[in-house]
Structures are given as C-alpha cells and as structure tokens.
C-alpha cells in the first residue's frame, strides 16, 4: 500500500495507492487535529509550534511505501521501520536559511526568535527520516545538502502547460504574478517599472498586499488580485514580458510566461537560472535594485523572443515527464531498500 502526505496551512492530504499510481490527489483526505483551531485558515502561522506533533500524529503503519511533497513539515511523518519514504522537497524550511523575513511572517514579534529555534532543531531531526530526497530544482538540492547533510535527485515541477495558449505580447506592460509576500520582491518590480516609465500589472493577493499598494500610489501599476485561468493567460499573454523580481526556490513562472508565449526578466538567482534560457526564454538582471531592473526594462526588446521556442521550451516541463520519471524513482528506492 501506498500513503502520500502534502504540506498546507493547517491540515494534511493522505490519499490512496490508486490516487498515488496517477499522482493525482483524488481519493479521500484526513485531516489533523489543527484542522479544529479557530481561524485556521488566516491565523495558520500562529500555529506553526503545533505543526511537528500533527504531523508527527498521523499512524502511517499500514504504509510500505509513503511519499510527501513538503516546504517544512511532511518530511516529518514517522512510517514504520521497513517502511520507504520519498520525499519531494520544493524547499528548506525557510526559518532555517531565512528567518528575519519569516519572522516577519509569523507576526509575534520577540516571542518569534526562541519558537523558531525550537522548529530548526525539530526540522534538521525529521529531515534525516525519509528514505530518499527529490528535489524541485538544483538550487534546493544544494540546500538540502548544506542544512540537512542530504543528497537529493533533482527533478523539475511539472507546467500545466495545456492552462496556457501562446499570447501575441501586444501589451505595453509587464506583468507580475506573484503571491504578495515580502521575499517575493513585488516592491522592487514596482519601483522599478516606475523609474523605466512603463506600466506594470499585478496578479496575486497575500499578507504584503497592503503596503504594496500603498507603495504603488502615483505609480502606473494595477493590481488584479485573483483571476480564473482565463484572465491570467490574457494578462500574461499580452505582456511585453513577466518580471520575477525576487530569487525563487525553483522559478515556474517563467515557465506559465512561456507557456503563454512570453519571456521573462529575472533576478539572476535561485531557480529562475535553471528554469531561463538567456536570451532564448528571457533575461536576467544582476543586483536586486530597482536601478538594476529599470535598466533591464528599458533595453528590453521583446521582438528578439519567438512564442513558438518559449512554448517548445515550456513543453519539457509537461505534467506527464513529472509523473513518469517520480514513479521511476519512488519505484527503484522500494526496490533497493
């Protein structure tokens, strides 16, 4: 039998052997206690000192074989003795590489710093339980190696490349899409467009949303909050290019613009230099400065980028590759342990 567990704000998904052999979450979910809490759903940081004993709860010993995709905590779950554990890690926890910004996050203050050194030493001892780490890009897979002492394999996440149509980019602006928290950078995108003189639309809500907007006053920036898929493709299809403002774990929106016949200009970090092609998919600017990005957006020219190469490029990441090579791999671990 086959268990597979999923990170989220408060609960966790378990799903059935037949729901893991297609890897879609289509079978039943059991919930943890946490799921009870009062305001789950917006108080969920607050609640993070609780995480490790939820997971930590769930009896997986009907399971020979688990696999969880985790930020920070279902990499924890305890399986039995003789039991695989493949876990697909899309980042470390950032409380360990990145805890000013984090704390930030929680909201609490000085009662933040002790709280999150009691979550690094729990999440440094889960993270030596799974059998075997897979990695979203190559620039977790390093970090996984430097906090964890752990080697990942390294595979991509999969594009639902079919939710996009190749766009004509015949908009004036460029697009962010972004969920609005501080890490994400949407402030230097903002600033920057403001000194090139250009305009700039914003898709994505969060917890930075506020002081965003405040910031983007007397600026030519719109801010769309949430669209369906048909108003993204439309945005982002029409745009000059995408701007990832900030380094990501593994940089997938370059590859949504692609699918979507757009470039993208990135801060050169993090996984956008494995998820770009320079020149051919995008560009890259050096210094997260707004100077550095402006520069960028001026000498941008978006005739030099054919929708038809980003599209073939964001073909690669096809959802199917994703699920034939992680069965391949959650296969052999079973086999040779």
Known sequence: ???????????????????????????RVRTSFLQRFPMRERAFRLYAPLYPRAFESFDLSAYDVVVSSTTAWAKGVLVRPDAVHVCYINTVSRFLFDAQRYVGGFGIGSFAGPMLRRLAAWDVRAAQRPTRF????????????????????????????????????????????????????????????????????????GPDERRLKALAVGTATTFHGTVDDAGRNALVGDARAAILPGEEDFGLVPLEAAAAGRPTIAYAAGGALETIVDGETGTFFARPDPRDLAAALRGFDPSAYDPARLRAHAERFRPERFIARLREIVDATAVSS
């Not at 567990?5 to 289509?26: F, H, Q």
């Not at 908009?171 to 230097?188: A, E, F, M």
């Open 1 to 27: 039998m086959v268990a597979a567990w999923a990170d989220a704000p408060v609960y966790t998904a378990l799903y059935d052997e037949r729901a893991v052999g297609d890897l879609v979450p289509r079978a």
């Open 134 to 205: 897979v990695a979203n890009s190559r620039n977790v897979a390093d970090r996984v190696l430097r906090w964890y002492g752990r080697v990942a394999d390294v595979l991509p996440c999969p594009v639902d490349v079919d939710r996009f149509t190749p766009g004509a980019g015949n908009g004036s602006y460029y697009v962010v899409v972004s969920r609005l928290l501080p890490y994400k950078r949407v402030d230097l995108a903002i600033a920057a467009c403001a000194i090139a003189g250009v305009p700039l639309h914003v898709i994505g809500t």
